[in-house]
């Protein structure tokens, strides 16, 4: 029903800036929000951002206050993820979600291939 494709993923060094993009589409009409998630190596999937549709609320984990930025195009349904101060415990594939319900406890439904993101020392 909806359809996510993210890009933008590479290798960087730390300090250094990445952007993330992922294109929705489908029945577009029915996202209520989307965010991002990230999961390392033996490490469980975690939230890292994300955004409510309708009026741009936005959600960060701790671990990326002040470095990362959300932001969408509510029209192209397209989501971003501005990257700064890049840490190498940021390295992780990072994973483009959207939610068809109001509320970010509903959960999300949909998700992306993921994009691998790389943060050398």
């Known amino acids: 029903q909806v359809q996510l494709v993210e890009s933008g993923g590479g290798l960087v060094q730390a300090g250094g800036s990445l952007r993330l993009s992922c294109a929705a589409s489908g029945r577009t009409f029915s996202i209520y929000g989307m965010g991002w998630f990230r999961q390392a190596p033996g490490k469980e999937r975690e939230f890292v951002a994300g955004i409510s549709w309708m009026v741009g609320n936005t959600y960060y984990a701790d671990s990326v206050k002040g470095r990362f930025t959300i932001s969408r195009d509510n029209v192209r349904y397209t989501l971003v993820l501005q990257m700064n101060s890049l840490k190498p415990e940021d390295t992780a594939v990072y994973y483009c979600?959207?939610?068809?319900?109001?509320?970010?406890?509903?959960?999300?439904?949909?998700w992306g291939q993921g994009t691998q993101v790389t943060v050398s020392s």
């Open positions: 979600a959207a939610r068809d319900a109001p509320g970010v406890s509903s959960g999300y439904q949909y």
